[in-house]
């Protein structure tokens, strides 16, 4: 026995879940049945008993029995025997038999000796319609106290009498008031003649019954299931290697995990093999000798290429693989076979002799030698390439692995396959005497290739150890350039997992070319000195980056000239000068473009996103990071780029209060089980960020965790992008809990990080926010310091370094302009609380009440101006609470209305309480929520600075849902302003409004939306 690990939560299912909970919560108005379906370990039981556990905490009773494997004559009964001793043991025999009318249990007898002696001389029809009344009946007594849940397991192995029972308390559900019945089965065990079948056919024509088919989990979940059995987050391969295998069946999941630390095993372990060949040793002798080639040929085989390789005709082969196809081992397509699970396909070519082995894929190879047509087009190379190998022909398979690896390199998007073609060439060249001659490259080639495969595919490790094995077979003194570029590339791939070498390996490159030697590899090493140069984005950068360029230029080499142009903009984007990042970074596009360097197209693309989203272009960012998705996904690039460009296209959908899209494409992102860490780190980070602001704690808690595992196992050239936001994150969470103490530490963390390792005036960008949950850190704890002086302390002296922080911090752009007035407008709020805190120290500053009113106005009118209604509502609420607090009670009810309407749109729960309990203890209803509007008489026409706002985007041609989303008002509102627009203007329809707007001139000096 081998102790499998399991997960100590339910991953995914959320929706089953659901379905599950709703339908009990329906019971009492009409009956309800699910019938869940789902193959061997795909988590019925683990689904169910999830369901039951939360329904008996949320005061239902859970009533369960299992049917049990015995043959075809099982226990009669056993899953209603199994509920009733439970029921027993809960209430008594007694309690149980007072249960029913006349407490008469006598016929409870036949399922359980504490009910007494069964009678025997009744007849037995009467008997038994007997006991399925009382079982009824006390179900239904059951059910006057509260829900039920009848929960019967593995109907696929229930007795003649079970199925009857069951059937009977189905078709008699409609007097079953409150009781919900739900029943498991393994769809995969049902046969063309299973008994079930016609059971559940019949059942599923009842209107109350539903099934629920349980389908494997999605690449993101199992992903996830990973990481909760490991207990941390899987390296890439691993999680590719265990998703390749077990497809998203968790029970697979488990086994493939047991015992293993680092890998997947290259062997099934014993136990779950014999389970897997249950199924296919019960079938036809015959059969099984098919399906044993078929599984030298793969998870699925096409008809003609099975029948090449057996060597029988149609008919024969049809008919042999029948009894596989109905026994659910095999699905039958149009053309192919395909095994239910790759990991039955897997146990059976483990069950072939060594000597067949090498016979049946050497036969593969051959049939498609002769016939490549027999395989998709572009599988033909790779396919051959497998079996010369599997069939121990060294030659034929050194030559076929390298034809395949070229094709695949070729293709784009198969870098891993062509890492492991590559990696067998390697491995067979010692065996194959001539193999330069063969494939014509020398071993040098095939290692320089295979270093690039492996960063393609994201294997950093493995692609530094290639790097390392070139540079010991290439003369420095010979090859200067090749030998610069592999350390070039070997301090890219060691930089991924922090490797101090990489400046080392940077600068040894740099000498072996010196100005004038080798100008092409010169201009690469220089850029990517310039990424990791001791002082990012320092003066050293810049001019190694604008040598780069010339030197690109001259040498045309477009790559190179992309990267550095890339670069350029980075840095001038750093330098506060946007307007020529963006267009330093749409040069880097088009040249990247025209050389057909997709990788650095696509991380142009990311940088400019990233400098829009910074300039407060939240809507522009996410459209060029959205498209830029859409490119990866046509260059094969989804994985890597494609998910980088995903947390862009969040950010912005974040900062716009998108969250629902948002969320959708982090989740889509993740799904796609990104290559790197830190990118499923950001994706987490953000998604926790959005659960904070909903008030759902307990998922921001897993996302903050989650992303914190994927962040600890990457190493990071500027770690600052992933650490920053996430103690933000844990600042801001325990802000939500009300755990003002424990936030004051996180945030005390962070400032002690950024003293140290941390360097925030880098990062401007994130380090803004993390400021100012900082800052909100203090003010928490100041208010909550009562008499503890330690605490008081403790938060006026970080008050006092977070202002020494920001006073050092730049600010670029609007969108971190507005970050500095919150922070600002925060640090007296903090201020102030530090101040008349019982225990307030004796060194406070003096009072700023005065100042907070203004300071969170400037701040409110900074997010207006970049569009982000979340920050936007917060100053809100504060510049109300502040005036309030100074007796200025109009300008509060406007701006609290209008908080509230920004948290009620966004769902931003907790905020949105906040702001109605401000509301209500100040007595501002929804009476004054109409109350100030605007100054009227300064407008043209009369028209409000909303309506004109709103006239402004009609005369653009925006329909109200788009001004809607614009303004982050409903589309109802929208319309409510288009009317009034139009009956003050005197217009009859939006076309003359615009029309009326143009004529007089209104928007001229304005931009377009
Ligand atoms: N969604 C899930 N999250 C976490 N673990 C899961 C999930 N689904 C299944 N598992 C785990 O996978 C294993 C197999 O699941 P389970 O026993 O529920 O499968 P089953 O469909 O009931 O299979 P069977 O048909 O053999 O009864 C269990 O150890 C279970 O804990
Ligand atoms: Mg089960």
Redesign the pocket.
């Known amino acids: 026995m081998t102790a499998r690990a399991t997960s100590p939560v339910l991953v995914g299912r959320t929706e089953q879940l659901a379905a599950l909970e709703g339908s009990l919560g329906r019971s009492r108005r009409g009956p309800s049945v699910i019938l869940v379906g789902g193959e ?2 795909v ?4 689904l169910v008993s999830e369901f039951a556990a939360r329904s008996r905490t949320a005061g239902a009773r859970v009533l369960t029995g ?1 049917c049990v494997e015995l043959g075809t004559e099982g226990l009669p009964f056993a899953p209603f025997t199994a509920v009733l001793r439970e029921l027993v043991r809960d209430l008594g025999a007694d309690g149980v038999a007072a249960l029913l009318p006349g407490g008469v249990t006598r016929d409870f007898a036949r399922l359980l000796p504490e009910f007494g002696p069964a009678d025997s001389d009744t007849d037995h029809i009467v008997a038994r319609a007997r006991l399925f009344e009382q079982v009824l009946a006390l179900l239904e007594r059951l059910a006057d106290t509260g829900p039920v849940a009848l929960l019967i ?2 109907a696929h192995w229930a007795d003649r009498s079970t199925r009857d029972l069951l059937a009977f308390l189905v078709g008699r559900q409609q007097i079953l008031d409150g009781v919900l019945i739900i029943v ?1 089965y ?1 769809s995969d065990e049902l046969h063309r003649t299973h008994p079930l079948r016609p059971l559940l056919a019949e059942l599923a024509r009842l209107s109350w019954v539903e099934r629920m088919d349980l389908a494997r989990l999605d690449r993101r979940h199992a992903d996830e299931l990973v990481a909760r059995i490991l207990g941390r987050e899987p390296e890439p391969a691993l999680a590719d290697a265990v998703f390749q295998r077990a497809d998203g069946n968790p029970l697979f999941v488990e086994e493939l995990l047991c015992d293993c630390d680092n890998s997947v095993p290259s062997m099934l372990p014993a136990s779950l093999r014999d389970m897997l060949l249950i199924a296919v040793r019960r079938l036809p002798e015959p059969t099984q000798e098919v399906l044993r080639a078929a599984s030298a040929g793969g998870q699925r085989n096409g008809h003609a290429l099975l029948a090449a390789v057996t060597g029988l005709p149609d008919d024969d082969l049809s008919r042999a693989l029948r009894p596989a196809v109905e026994a659910n081992v095999l699905t039958a397509d149009a053309d192919g076979y395909s095994f239910r699970h790759d990991l039955i396909r897997e146990a059976t070519l483990d069950d072939v002799l060594p000597g067949e082995h090498t016979r049946l894929h050497t036969r593969f190879a051959e049939a498609l030698e002769a016939d490549p047509g027999l395989v998709p087009p572009a599988r033909a190379a790779m396919e051959q390439a497998y079996h010369w190998y599997a069939a121990h022909d060294t030659v034929r398979a050194l030559a076929s692995s390298w034809r395949a690896a070229e094709e695949a390199g070729r293709a784009m998007v198969a870098h891993a396959e062509q890492l492991t073609l590559l990696g067998r060439v390697l491995e067979l060249w010692d065996k194959v005497p001539d193999a330069e001659q063969r494939i014509g490259a020398s071993h040098l080639t095939v290692l320089e290739r295979a270093a690039r495969a492996a960063r393609m595919a994201g294997e950093h490790e493995r692609g530094a150890a290639f790097a390392s094995a070139a540079l010991n077979e290439v003369d420095p003194a010979a090859e200067p350039a090749r030998a610069a570029l592999l350390l070039e590339m070997r301090a890219l791939q060691r930089g991924h997992s922090g490797n101090d070498e990489v400046l080392a390996d940077l600068q040894t490159a740099l000498d072996l070319v010196p100005p004038g030697v080798a100008d092409a590899a010169r201009a690469r090493v220089l850029v990517t000195m310039a990424t990791h140069a001791g002082q990012p984005y320092g003066p050293e950068a810049l001019a190694a980056v604008e040598e780069a360029l010339t030197l690109a230029r001259q040498a045309s080499a477009a790559t190179t000239e992309a990267a550095a142009l890339r670069e350029l903009g980075v840095l001038r984007a750093r330098a506060g000068d946007n307007r020529e990042a963006l267009e330093m970074l749409a040069q880097a596009r088009a040249v990247a473009g025209r050389a057909g360097a997709y990788d650095s197209l696509l991380r142009a693309v990311i940088e400019e996103s990233h400098v829009l989203e910074g300039m407060g272009e939240h809507e522009r960012a996410a459209n060029v990071a959205q498209a830029g998705i859409a490119s990866a996904q046509d260059y094969g690039l989804a994985r890597s780029s494609g998910t980088f460009l995903a947390i862009n296209v969040a950010e912005s959908l974040f900062s716009l209060g998108r969250w629902d899209e948002a969320m959708d494409v982090i989740e889509h992102a993740l799904a796609l089980s990104p290559t790197q860490q830190d990118i499923r780190a950001a994706l987490r980070q953000l998604a926790g960020e959005i659960a904070v602001r909903r008030g759902d704690l307990a998922g921001a808690a897993e996302s903050a965790a989650t992303a914190r595992a994927a962040v600890g196992l990457a190493g990071y050239r500027h770690p600052g992008q992933y650490q920053i936001p996430l103690a933000r994150l844990d600042i801001e969470l325990r802000l939500a809990e009300g755990k003002p103490a424990a936030a004051l530490a996180a945030a005390l963390a962070a400032a002690a990080d950024a003293a140290g390792r941390l360097d925030l005036a880098l990062d401007p960008r994130y380090a803004w926010p993390l400021l100012a949950a900082a800052v909100r850190a203090v003010t928490a704890a100041a208010r909550a310091a009562g008499r503890d002086r330690a605490l008081a302390g403790q938060a006026a002296e970080l008050l006092a370094r977070l202002r020494a922080l920001a006073a050092q911090m730049p600010v670029n752009g609007p969108v971190q302009q507005a970050d500095r007035l919150a922070f600002s407008a925060e640090a007296l709020r903090a201020q102030e609380a530090v101040r008349t805190a019982p225990a307030a120290p004796a060194a406070v500053a003096g009072r700023a009440e005065q100042e907070i009113p203004a300071a969170w106005d400037a701040a409110a009118a900074a997010w207006e101006r970049v569009g982000q209604p979340y920050p936007l509502a917060v100053a809100l609420l504060r510049a109300a609470e502040a005036a309030l607090a100074a007796g200025y009670r109009d300008g509060s009810a406007e701006r609290l209305r209008r908080a509230a309407e920004l948290a009620d749109s966004l769902r931003a729960r907790p905020l949105a309480v906040e702001i109605g309990a401000l509301a209500r203890n100040a007595r501002i209803g929804p009476a004054d929520r109409r109350g100030a509007r605007g100054d009227a008489a300064a407008t043209p026409l009369g028209l409000t600075a909303r309506e004109l706002e709103v006239l402004r985007l009609v005369a653009h041609g925006q329909s109200n849902p788009e001004i809607a989303a614009r303004l982050f008002i409903s589309a109802k509102t929208a319309s409510v302003h288009v009317s009034n627009i139009m009956a003050k203007v005197g217009v009859s329809s939006r076309g003359e409004a615009a029309a009326a707007a143009h004529r007089m001139h209104l928007f001229d000096a304005v931009p377009a939306p």
């Open positions: 061997a370990g988590g019925k039981s683990r299992g397991e593995d498991t393994r």
